[in-house]
DNA sequence: TATATTTGTAAGTGATTACTCACTAATATG
DNA sequence: CATATTAGTGAGTAATCACTTACAAATATA
């Protein structure tokens, strides 16, 4: 990867983070990461190419933090991590943390599975606690997580270690 | 109003709910509501005016159903109809509901305080409830609406009822 | 009924859109 | 060193964008 194409991909995940997908246009990537337009479709064919290569890359990024959930084997410890993940996103990545949420309401087939492995464990979790609905449970957490999420990229939380803190004593965790 | 106009405003609702508002141009508008282009400048003046008329006739709509629990006075209630209220919007509804998540991610400025006064009814029955944190536990529940409301609009939630009675029965409501 | 106002259209406007193409500069490989 | 491949540019393209304007039809008001 050339110096300009990781620029191409930062100023892309920057304003499509910040002014969304459909209201960025390539011209203005392009302006951004100081190359020409065309080089954009030399490497990345399309605008919905570049996006999927922005993902791509996040989600490399990404991959560690949900590993830690989904590899981990104590179920308390499960549940704990998932309540958690929110709070412990570096702020560098609030980007494109940013960017999925948008993404998941711009695009109509943003997919919507990716929650799949996590509700896997979070139920497992509860099943081996005993829960009466173990289902329902992990359901609800992962709801929890998404609404929360929601509000601290909103910058609607003025106080993240309180809230975390108030979460997990709740689920007694 | 005209018949045309509520033809413009319906068809501008039902778009910019399914691909967004910068994804849907004027144009399209026009021709699904069966009227020329120029006449939803003569009425709404620019596009931005046709969404912000759309969001009034919706926010109308809505109204009453927030008012329920803002004027609520039994404070158990008022956290029991608050949780309910993603499972009591009707279907017909769905549309101006998911617009107003997609311009919540979509709009840099989409009026984030429109939570203000369900705040401030949710952290006074959990006072008057003597909770120790009334006002986290205000901000919690907010969350969890949200969470749950956008799983709902996003087709994620399989059994609605079966949702609601856990929740409302893990809040002991 | 005369006229002022509103409703509505059709055909424009310049700007911007995603994308292409002909071409050069740099780098890798034999 | 020769040449093939890749990186990169700048000036295009047709289509679409939000919006305007000139004008006609319908409706309200005097």
């Known amino acids: 990867m050339t110096v300009k194409q990781e ?26 990461a100081g ?11 399309s605008k919905e190419g570049l996006l999927n290569a922005v993902v791509e890359e996040g989600e490399k990024r990404f991959k560690n933090l949900y590993a830690e ?7 308390r410890q499960v549940i704990k991590k998932t309540l958690e993940l ?9 980007g494109f943390w940013k960017l999925q949420f948008k993404l998941k309401w711009e695009l109509k087939d943003y997919n919507t599975q990716k929650m799949q492995p996590m509700m896997f464990a ?7 606690l005993e829960y009466d609905n173990p289902e329902l ?6 709801h929890i997580l998404d609404g929360v999420a929601s509000a601290i990229l909103k910058d609607m939380v003025t106080d993240k270690e309180e809230l975390r803190n108030f979460i997990l004593t709740k689920y007694k965790l």
């Not at 190359?35 to 064919?45: D, R």
């Not at 929110?86 to 609030?94: L, R, T």
């Open 69 to 75: 959930i989904v590899l981990e084997d104590k179920p």
């Open 35 to 45: 190359v020409s337009e065309g080089l954009i479709f030399k490497h990345y064919t």
């Open 137 to 142: 449970e992990a359901e609800l957490v992962l």
């Open 122 to 128: 979070l139920s497992n979790a509860f099943k081996n």
């Open 86 to 94: 929110p709070f412990i996103v570096p702020e560098e990545e609030y």
């Open 7 to 32: 620029k191409i991909l930062q100023s892309a995940l920057q304003l499509f983070a910040l002014e969304g997908y459909h209201a960025t246009s390539t011209s203005k990537v392009a302006k951004q």
